[in-house]
């Protein structure tokens, strides 16, 4: 009899420790856009720090993205104007819509790459970082809760390249845009729902449903949808 327990605690433990070496392969996976033979520059969705490095390519992207705002309120007369934006053009906005700090030099070179994919009505988006390079002290306080929760979630992070993204369908409530309790928070090759998030992983508890507001140029975003590859906003001229 005691020998039949040895053998199913024997067999649960490795059970048990290969669970957790599968979930720390996972959770530190880096996606294939980033890793395969074919560099992030090849990759039309993707978007280099080398890009953003300085505050004058931050600015240029900037007057980019409000000259395209420009250009459809000159040539619409409708009352909801609507501006598409490319996979690449969102992360663009990503990047320009980020607090000054955030988009520091010091934390801009720790981020290696941003991806973003539109698959039918949904949004992939996410960032490859060096999470020994990121300087803590500089994030924004928000930043730095969720960067630290995951780090004490996940000690496996430290000190190396992580993927973490969102994946859903973001919608705009009041002006704001919400993220929802079907986006999934993505950490390497692992979906964290709403409520793991919540109950189970050491981050704020608003981190998907504090509402973001988003202005493009002169565009006060109300609305936006995914179609074709392409994000479409809609909103009001300001």
């Known amino acids: 009899m005691l020998k039949k327990i040895g053998l199913v605690a024997v067999l649960f433990l490795l059970g048990g420790g290969g669970w957790l070496a599968y979930t720390w392969q996972q959770v530190t996976y880096l996606p294939d856009w980033y890793t395969r033979q074919s560099t992030p520059e090849t990759v039309p969705s993707t978007l280099l720090p080398a890009q953003v ?3 004058a390519e931050i600015e240029g992207l900037t007057f980019g993205l409000q000259q395209k705002v420009d250009r459809v309120l000159s040539t619409t007369s409708v009352q909801t104007p609507e501006v598409q934006l490319t996979a690449q ?6 990047v320009t819509s980020l607090p000054a700090q955030a988009r520091s030099p010091q934390v801009i070179s720790a981020v290696k790459a941003m991806n973003t994919q539109i698959e039918a009505d949904r949004l992939k988006t ?10 803590l002290d500089q994030l924004p306080s928000e930043y730095r809760a969720t960067v630290k929760g995951l780090l004490q979630s996940f000690p496996v992070l430290q000190d190396k390249e ?10 705009v409530q009041e002006g704001k845009v919400v993220l929802g309790e079907d986006v999934r928070l993505v950490v ?10 919540r109950d189970r992983i050491n981050l704020p508890p608003n981190l998907l449903d504090k509402p973001v507001n988003l202005q493009l140029g002169p565009l006060q975003i109300e609305d936006l949808n995914f179609q074709d590859q392409m994000v479409i906003l809609k909103g009001q001229a300001k």
């Open 126 to 135: 996410g960032i490859v970082v060096d999470t020994s390079a990121l300087p």
């Open 89 to 94: 053009e969102f992360n663009q906005f990503v």
């Open 162 to 171: 992580i993927y973490v993204g969102v994946e859903g369908k973001p919608q």
């Open 53 to 55: 490095d300085e505050p």
């Open 188 to 197: 390497g090759n692992v979906r964290f729902s709403y409520a793991d998030i």
